[in-house]
């Protein structure tokens, strides 16, 4: 595992790796801790909640620290950057639960296919029919979330936003997913709003995730929460929280 441990792109001499999994270890207890917090305040127990650790940027060998500690659910934005660490991780003899939580290209269904144990960023037909068939050639089953766009000022136009349907297409993609084989529709995911307060953007969306729960029993996952705003996401239901910089430190560019 030495390879991989020495890997940080800043050039972390040996030794380093203690430093860093102790630096883990104390984030790791404060995500906790906030998660806990905000459980309570909702009512609500914290084993309803999944912490996903988004490590986009980081080094494989920080996977193997959060492993350690006992995080299973890894999150990866871009198949460029997850590819390797996927690889990285298999060599050293792990099986994250991987998480695709970044804008998905269609031509990339495939080999994301091959990973991923949940895809949170379902937010259009041909992804669908493209992340389905991709499955079933692959042999698996991958769980999916439809991305909601909360932006009230694109609602699904051609803006700059980060992905997601537009609410009123929500029921649409839910269904197409169902009817994949080899896709299991496991709920809702939405980012933040741009220049909004989180807490009532949440609540649309829990509102929307309700109607998709109504249709669709089993698709009960809220994918919502970040670093800054776990606390409203789950006082708004949310059941998976995807956490980066709270965890695992600023980003900067991860050089390979
Ligand atoms: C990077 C990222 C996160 C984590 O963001 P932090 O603010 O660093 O916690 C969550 N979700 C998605 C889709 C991301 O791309």
Same mark, same amino acid.
């Given at each position: 595992m030495t390879g991989l441990a020495d890997n940080r792109p800043d050039g972390t001499p040996t030794g380093g790796d203690a430093r860093r999994l102790a630096e883990l270890a104390a984030n790791l207890a404060t995500v906790r801790a906030r998660i806990e917090a905000a459980c309570a305040a909702a009512g609500r127990p914290p084993a309803e909640v999944e912490l996903i650790a988004v490590t986009k940027t980081f080094p494989a060998s920080d996977i193997v620290a959060l492993s350690r500690l006992g995080?299973?659910?890894i999150?990866?934005? @871009?198949?460029?950057?997850?590819?390797?660490?996927v690889a990285a991780c298999a060599l050293a003899g792990?099986?994250?639960?991987?998480?695709?939580?970044?804008?998905?290209?269609?031509?990339? @269904?495939?080999?994301?296919?091959?990973?991923?144990?949940?895809?949170?960023s379902v937010?259009? &037909?041909? &992804?669908?029919?493209? &992340?389905?068939?991709?499955?079933?050639?692959?042999g698996r089953v991958i769980s999916c979330l439809v991305q909601v766009s909360l932006d009230? @000022?694109?609602?699904?136009? @051609?803006?700059?936003?980060?992905?997601?349907?537009? =609410?009123?297409?929500?029921?649409?993609?839910?269904?197409?997913?169902?009817?994949?084989p080899g896709l299991a529709l496991a709920g809702v995911m939405?980012? =933040?709003?741009?220049?909004?307060p989180a807490r009532p953007a949440y609540a649309r969306l829990r509102w929307i995730a309700a109607a998709v729960r109504a249709a669709f029993p089993q698709a009960a996952a809220i994918s919502a929460g970040m670093s800054a705003d776990l606390e409203p996401a789950i006082a708004e239901g949310a059941t998976h929280v995807r956490i980066g910089t709270a965890l695992l430190g600023g980003r900067r560019p991860f050089v390979r």
């Open positions: 995080i299973v659910d999150g990866e934005n @871009t198949d460029q950057e997850a590819g390797p660490k792990l099986e994250p639960r991987w998480h695709f939580v970044g804008q998905l290209q269609v031509n990339k @269904t495939g080999h994301v296919a091959s990973y991923a144990h949940m895809v949170h937010d259009r &037909l041909r &992804l669908v029919e493209a &992340l389905g068939r991709r499955a079933v050639a692959a009230s @000022t694109v609602r699904g136009s @051609t803006g700059p936003h980060r992905g997601g349907a537009a =609410p009123e297409r929500v029921s649409e993609l839910a269904a197409a997913i169902a009817a994949e939405a980012v =933040p709003p741009l220049g909004e």
